[in-house]
């Protein structure tokens, strides 16, 4: 039974106060509402930014996808700064499913500001993806992070087509209240089980645009990171990286190929659980989403927390992580997060103490909904051959030092495409600025027709959390849809 | 044609000027010869060492293996502190082949010293492996390192037969000069091609002690690391791991099948070497030795040399390397064991300026040894079997980011055994001292009947460079014959 949508009600609350102040700058062309909204979305200052440097405005806040469910999307938009403009809009999702893209694309990989330890103050990311574009975070489905329903069974219901489209309704909507960023080229890019939500929201951009002259959406293309995407191949592929990393004993390789590699990932036979047991047993205290970097110390919430430190295909969890990084950031956002004034700062959360939706902590993934995920294809191969034959650009890219969504998966699910190849397996370079001679190898990178796959070195499962500025370098030559440098390239 | 050995003379004036001041501590039992030429062979001190910590005796010197031709070893033994000892002694060499001990073993990687850029001091390893026994480090064979022939045509007919007899023949003039490790604990250890070397020698001595009932070589086991070891299963090992790890791609990943897995790994066959030269070229300027580090910086001697830069099952160059670590260490070393007061400390080359056998750079590996090696077996397997039987302690570790003889390669070869197993595959951790909580995994490791197998998460091909802590773990245990600890396992 739909509850009543507080939140939608406060924020509009809010709007009415905001748009006294912020009428006098409305554009002439544009809609009225949607400008008090996007003006109520934002982003005055945030709890703990750095004095300098803040260049770029921000907005964030709600869109309901569903009024009579009291479903309500939270969106973080980081605007890339006045003289980048105009550049593309860029929708970023992280997985899970059940995870929080403000938790891990926004705080720990390609966002404007990374948390310190005191979970109070910010930081700038030197390598932020809003210096090359407007950077679009989308906590995604319902009861993710900051995202609610006022509809309970919703939490133990969602699956991939109710995400996708309500994730469509969010788009169509946010564009109406951000009207300057109609028809500008737009893609949707995402890391681990957006190797799901990417290309189903994709094609149903896609579809939708289809014979429109001049779409409102302009889709240009998409990108996946350490994707979930066809779970034979990736099944194959994963057990194959795992023995060969040294991961797990020849036995449990054996049996893993027995039980597992024609089930659905997203919901194994219990005889496949089982090895998924025995293979996470063997595996020990690493940190699956980086296999060579310390873990957060076993003292951390992970290891005391009720969620079992299980690395299976269902279950992705990016809570266990592990020195130039800090493998402890999950715990630095989730208390910055549910501070009362950093959730006032971001619109987000509006009902809170007044007993609405998000009468809970804010987390960075939602177990209920990991737990109760529903529908989700065994394979997504057959909308990239859609998508490709459409003429979209679509790049694939894989930290290759990741046991929960290996290269090897990767390589296997691509190949199953069949695609014919431009460009063979050759590796990319970042040459420093002014140093050209110092050139490390970044990766390596395959360009296939309608298809460009990129690795980067030593990077784990949150590409841009371990190598920012690959990433940087990556996420720019895919808005160029340039091949990845090869030694003596062009300087980024 | 046999030259005059001038070294050994040299040698020989050296020794009775400092018989003449060190007679007066020879011990009773002691043949006064072989006491003579120990003292002389004292390093009374080192340029650049530190004034603090040296708390252990060192000697280095030449040990004629063969009169008529003029060969001579170079031995550097870092004996264990007094408060540890009677320790057992451990004999460490590199591979290549043509690579010295002297210039890896021992100063990069479980020596007692590390050089400083500088190329002129020196630091105390902290994790040193004569902690826990005496190391004795072996340039093998002559014309590697410091250890030279007078007979230039040695150089250019080098193999593994001759390498384990003159090894052999150091060893029991060795004992002679030092008679109190005669019945001692003895080990031979060593990584790379001493996969070759170390059971090669080991069956040496194994075979020559049958009967004997108190052998002065009293060989307990032997340990290798990220070794050569069986050719067919190794280079089958090495591909596999190579496109698992995104080195190479699939074309030249089923050219290295089809073109080299029965080939000889010392001397492949044109077919073999050009797929070699395609992977080479994928791989890009990583450090093959060490795939997720960054390399010493392009403007070193690495680029410059005349040596094509090539990572192929003959020559295993460990020049190229690449930060916790200097990745530039052989640099240094080039410089320190140049300089004259360096060699006149170490009782190395004596006959420089003399025009004597060594009138050449001292260099960390020998091109002219490793380009004209001889005999070397596809396999020595059957060593294993043979030392296994007789109950040799035998372990085989791996550092697990290597690619030039990678984990998958071990695995292979060590399967072929077809051992049967004692203890499955688990993760061993590095249980920090006082701090039980907080524990590392620091690779696994599987129990076999006649073997153990560890490896080193996170190392490189030099596991004691990368990871030196998780190495003398490694190294406590193998000597204590104690499989590596498990979970909430014993404080080393």
Redo the contacts between chains.
Sequence with gaps: MPGRNFATTAVAIAVVVVAALASASAGADDDEQGHLRREADRIVRLPGQPDDGVDFPMYSGYVTVDEGAGRALFYWLQEAAAEAQPAPLVLWLNGGPGCSSVAYGASEELGAFRIRPDGATLFLNAYRWNRAANILFLDSPAGVGFSYTNTTSDLYDSGDRRTAHDSYKFLARWFERFPQYKYRDFYIAGESYAGHYVPQLSQIVYRKNKGVEKPIMNLKGFMVGNAVTDDYHDQVGTF??W??????????YRLLDASCVHDSGEHPSPRCNAAYDKATA?????DPYS??T??C???STSSSSSTPRRMRLKGRYPWMRGSSYDPCTERHSTVYYNRPEVQRALHANVTAGAGGAMNYTWATCSDTINNNWGDSPKSVLHIYKELIAAGLRIWVF?G??DAVVP??AT?YSI?ALNLPTVV????W?DAKEQQK?????G??S?VYEGLTLV?V??AGHEVPLHRPRQALILFRHFLRGKPMPP?NGTVV
């Design positions: 194959e990286s023995w060969n990393h040294g991961l797990i004993s020849d036995a449990t063997e595996q020990g205290d690493i296999i060579y310390p873990t110390n076993q003292t894989s290759d030092t290269l090897t390589r190949d063979s397996w050759y590796p370079y001679q110092q050139q490390e190898v990766g390596w395959q690795t070195r030593g030694k």
